[in-house]
């Protein structure tokens, strides 16, 4: 079965700490896209990143950076120096392209991130 | 702006009653994706179109239903609702009918039923 894993439900920080996000993910296919998503408290989905499966290198993009271990199933998610303006909900979601289900993103619960000053 | 649009922000309805929510892709893009929010569920998909045509079906109720229109909008219709169907409801486009370049993300519809 697909299925997007976040074992943290809620992580608090203070600010300037680093922190990392989990995520664990099953799938029977080859090919598929790794994303991760934030929710802010006004509640938009906001896109952070897409991997594919193909391409295990890690990416860093500004005070983000993104570890993805096919060996694990992992597609770990860091902040660094962490900053107020980061507290959110962090989704992390699976893409398949599998039989009539082409497409749709499977998400994670989702970790609520705190970072206090 | 992420350049999908769904309207009504919000929505206040009472049980039983129903309800039409209704999306705007980003322009160029054909995929419509539906997704429903809530406390107990999180994000679920509920169903895709791509041109006009449904694509892929995910945990939709029965008295839940959709379709993309040659305009290339969306509207997803609740019917008989329930206390339960409170969420928050987000559509998505993209421009390739699995996804592969990404999927952007309107701010959504809160519902609430009371």
């Known amino acids: 079965a697909q299925k997007v894993t976040q074992a943290q439900t809620e992580i608090s920080v203070v600010e300037k700490e680093d922190v990392t996000l989990d995520c664990v993910y099953e799938?029977?296919?080859?090919?598929?896209?790794l994303f991760w998503y934030k929710q802010p408290p006004s509640g938009e989905l906001v896109f952070l990143i897409r991997?594919?499966?193909?391409?295990?290198q890690n990416e860093i993009s500004g005070r983000y950076s993104w570890n993805f271990q096919k060996s694990t199933s992992s597609f770990n998610f860091t902040i660094t120096a962490s900053q107020v303006v980061d507290s959110a909900v962090y989704f992390c979601?699976?893409?398949?392209?599998?039989?009539?289900?082409?497409?749709?993103?499977?998400f994670g619960k989702g970790t609520k991130l705190s970072v206090k000053p | 702006d992420s350049g999908v649009t769904q309207t009504p922000k919000h929505l206040i309805t009472a049980t039983g009653q129903r309800v039409t929510l209704r999306c705007s892709p980003r322009?160029?893009?054909?995929?419509v994706y539906w997704y429903q929010q809530s406390l107990d569920q999180g994000l679920q998909f509920l169903i895709q179109?791509?041109?006009?045509?449904?694509?892929a079906k995910g945990n939709i109720l029965e008295r839940f239903s959709a379709q993309q229109f040659p305009d290339l909008h969306s509207e997803l219709n609740l019917s008989s609702l329930e206390l339960g169907d409170s969420a928050l409801y987000f559509c998505?486009?993209?421009?390739?009918?699995?996804?592969?370049?990404?999927?952007?993300f309107g701010s959504g519809t809160r519902l609430t039923v009371v």
């Open positions: 991997r594919n499966s193909f391409d295990e």
């Open positions: 799938t029977r296919d080859t090919t598929y896209y």
């Open positions: 979601a699976l893409s398949e392209n599998y039989g009539g289900s082409q497409g749709n993103l499977i």
């Open positions: 998505a486009s993209s421009s390739h009918p699995g996804g592969d370049y990404g999927y952007t």
């Open positions: 322009s160029g893009d054909l995929s």
């Open positions: 179109y791509y041109n006009g045509e449904e694509r």
